[in-house]
Every structure is written in C-alpha cells, then in structure tokens.
C-alpha cells in the first residue's frame, strides 16, 4: 500500500516538472533537416531553417495559458497523491500499532489465565482429597463445580493463546509480509 502510493506521488511528480518544462523552449535536432551539397540535391532555404528554429524558441510564450492550466493540473494531482500518501502512511502506522497493542494485551492476559489455572487446578485437586477423607462438608457436587470452573479457565486461556498467533500474524502482515 505504502509502496504503491510512494511511485503514485512520484509519478505525480514527474508530470508535475514535465508541466514546468512546458515554459521553457525546446529544440530539437534532427537528421532531415540541414544543407545539402550533394549532386543533384536540392539545398534548404536557410531562412526556412531559422524560421522553424524560431517557432520552435517562440511556442511556449503562444502557448502560455495551455501551460498554466497543465501545470495547475499537474500540482493538483500530485497534492492528491501527497494526501494518498500520507493517509496511506498514517493507516499503515495505525494497523501497526493496533497489532502490537493486540500482541501485548493478549500476552498479559495469557500471564493472568495461567496464574488462573494453576490454581484452580490446585483447588480441584483440594475439593478430591477433600471428598476422598470423607469430610462432611465437601459433597460431589462442589468436585464438579471446581472441575467446571478448571475447564472453563483452560477454554479462556486456549482463546487468548489464539489470539495472541491472530495478533502476530496481523503484526507481520502490517508490516508487510505475507500478502
């Protein structure tokens, strides 16, 4: 994206100083216009050469409104593609940062689940030795209830471990690899 709006503000450019070369004169040489002494060539007019040589150092002042107009053209388009430019930059840069953002939430949270599941695995394993000495005050019921709330925990910490790989692989296509 950034690269495409970079060689589009560039080409932009380029008309923009072809339109500014519009006001200067321009000569051009070439091989069928000349003297000639060969035998049985006819020679050129030298005064038909200096008239055309003037023509060609005179047409940018006859021609000055076309050249404004396309050089106002030319500006015109290339400020386009400055705006193209820099909003393509800016969301560059935005995509960037909502992907690290990303990357850095997750990974804290991945920190917290896990600190989560250790210990509700420790409380599952307390609920069972709790049920296995018989103790009045621990039913089946409160067993499953710490399993539940163990598995519930490993779900969460397997979604933000997905989202953490979906936060990388946006992070490295925002920067550009991968497409």
Same mark, same amino acid.
């Given at each position: ?14 008309? =923009? ?21 060969? +035998?049985?060539?006819?020679v050129m007019n030298p005064g038909k050469w200096f008239i055309q040589l003037a023509g060609q150092l005179t047409a940018p002042l006859f021609a000055r409104g076309q ?16 705006? #193209? ?7 560059? $840069?935005?995509? +960037?940062? #909502? ?22 695995? =420790? $409380? +599952? ?13 621990? =039913?089946?019921?409160? +067993? ?36």
């Open positions: 994206d950034i690269r495409a709006a970079e060689e589009s503000l560039a080409a932009a450019y380029y008309t =923009t100083a072809g339109a500014r070369s519009g006001f200067y004169p321009s000569l051009n040489i070439t091989a069928n216009g000349g003297f000639t002494n060969l +035998v049985g060539g006819m050249n404004i107009a396309r050089l106002k053209a030319a500006k015109a388009q290339q400020e386009q593609a400055m705006n #193209n430019f820099e909003y393509a930059l800016m969301s560059a $840069s935005a995509e +960037v940062s #909502n992907a690290m953002m990303l990357y850095q939430k997750s990974t804290e949270k991945a920190v917290l689940l896990q600190e989560q599941v250790g210990k509700l695995a =420790t $409380s +599952v394993e307390i609920t069972e030795e709790l049920l296995k000495l018989g103790g009045m005050s621990t =039913t089946y019921l409160e +067993v499953l209830t710490a399993q539940q709330q163990l598995l519930s925990a490993q779900m969460s910490e397997l979604s933000c471990n997905l989202t953490t790989a979906q936060a990388v692989i946006n992070l490295y296509q925002s920067l550009g690899g991968g497409r």
